[in-house]
T-cell receptor, first 117, second 113 residues
Framework: DSGVTQTPKHLITATGQRVTLRCSPRSGDLSVYWYQQSLDQGLQFLIQYYNGEERAKGNILERFSAQQFPDLHSELNLSSLELGDSALYFC????????????????FGPGTRLLVL | AQSVTQPDIHITVSEGASLELRCNYSYGATPYLFWYVQSPGQGLQLLLKYFSGDTLVQGIKGFEAEFKRSQSSFNLRKPSVHWSDAAEYFCAVGASGGFKTIFGAGTRLFVKA
């Protein structure tokens, strides 16, 4: 158990709908990352937040958005869902350590499996 | 730009045999290097990491990896594979700030009895 929690574990929805995925980082971690994992695309970095602020964007679609709240939990919002959005969505967190490399070490949650029908 | 390559999409080894999973990276400076393991339907679990110092690093579950700067490699090894090691293994290369961490495409390990 990494200490990162994600809810829900599974989500089934229809095309055109909107869903929200939730992530709670490990205690003390300030950074949250979101990834999408699909069979054809592999593990794709979507976005990173650090202490409530967006730090970096990866291959995140405009239909997707995220935020990190004052209590450091994060939500990933997926809208106008398409069949191709079906994937595993992972959240990871990393510590604020100043030790070189430690803040780059990511700890992953169990993921949310999204199925769009 | 940094990149990471895992040349083997899948590998099959016999239980009790040794294992080496290859990882090659491209990065201008000394990178932060990681190996993760993902069992079916699970999240990624950190096996080991290299930041600096001793180029041979020990991880959990009996795994080790060796950083070879001259070959730009960070191969994962295990002397004797167990059936429970069957999973997908990801190599990752990172830089300061975390958001530049790049994951390889993964190598799926099959273990035969």
């Amino acid at each position: 158990d990494s200490g990162v929690t994600q809810t829900p574990k599974h989500l089934i929805t229809a095309t055109g709908q909107r869903v929200t995925l939730r992530c709670s980082p490990r205690s003390g971690d300030l950074s949250v990352y979101w990834y999408q994992q699909s069979l054809d695309q592999g593990l794709q970095f979507l976005i990173q937040y650090y202490n409530g602020e967006e730090r970096a964007k990866g291959n995140i679609l405009e239909r997707f958005s995220a935020q990190q709240f004052p209590d450091l939990h994060s939500e990933l919002n997926l809208s106008s869902l398409e069949l191709g959005d079906s994937a595993l969505y992972f959240c990871a967190s990393s510590p604020p350590s100043r030790t070189s490399g430690e803040q780059e070490t990511q700890y992953f949650g169990p993921g949310t499996r999204l199925l769009v029908l | 730009a940094q990149s990471v390559t895992q040349p083997d999409i899948h590998i099959t080894v016999s239980e009790g045999a040794s294992l080496e999973l290859r990882c090659n990276y491209s990065y201008g400076a000394t990178p932060y290097l990681f190996w993760y393991v993902q069992s079916p339907g699970q999240g990624l679990q950190l096996l080991l990491k290299y930041f600096s110092g001793d180029t041979l690093v020990q991880g959990i579950k009996g795994f080790e990896a060796e950083f070879k700067r001259s070959q730009s490699s960070f191969n994962l090894r295990k002397p004797s594979v167990h059936w429970s090691d069957a999973a997908e293994y990801f190599c990752a290369v990172g830089a300061s700030g975390g958001f530049k961490t790049i994951f390889g495409a993964g190598t799926r390990l099959f273990v035969k009895a």
